[in-house]
Structures are given as structure tokens and as C-alpha cells.
């Protein structure tokens, strides 16, 4: 059975995340259950695609204004990864709108 990257990289996260909330150190532990929970968020909301539009919005921004291929690629990491917070909120509010306006297409 051929696993994708993707697969192969979730599992692998996934098997570190338990390890370190196995290993007796609090910080490791809780280091370790963040990143558990994190990849629970990414698997039931798919956030890295709402945190990775925000970064390729403002890479076609700036590359249209003339910007370096080194600057667009460090600027656009930035923004991707400081919109993820935001991310999340927006991935679980579509995910309950998508929710409710399929049962409410059921009812009418």
C-alpha cells in the first residue's frame, strides 16, 4: 500500500506528538499535547489552507509591486504562519456554517 507524503507526514506527527506526552518533563508533555491538538485542529478543519491563502494573497501583493523572490517567499512564511491563529477561527466558523446550511437545505 503506497501512502501520499501527506499521509506519511501526519502519521509521523501524530507519533511524535504521543511520544512526547509519554516523556515525564512538563514542558515536553505539554509541548507534545499542543502538538496533538494541533494536528486534531488541522485534520477536522483544514486551517493550514485559510493561513496559506492569507500568505499567497499577500505574495501576489508584493509581487506585483516588484518585490524579490527571497522577500515574497520570507514575507509570505510570516504572514502564513502569524494568520493562523485568525485561521482557526475562520476554518471552525466555516465549518459550522457549512454545517448548518446543509441541514437547513434538508429542512427546505
Known sequence: MTEKTE?????TVGLVGKVMTEIPHPVVRAAGGGIVV???????FQVS???AEAGMKVDVGMRQMGFSETTLTVVGGIVTVASTPVAILVAVTNRHLDIAGSALRRLF
Not at 7 to 11: G, H, P, R, S, V
Not at 39 to 44: A, D, G, Y
Open 7 to 11: 499521509e506519511k507526514i501526519d502519521a
Open 38 to 44: 494541533g494536528q486534531l485542529i488541522e485534520t477536522f
Open 49 to 51: 489552507d485559510y493561513a
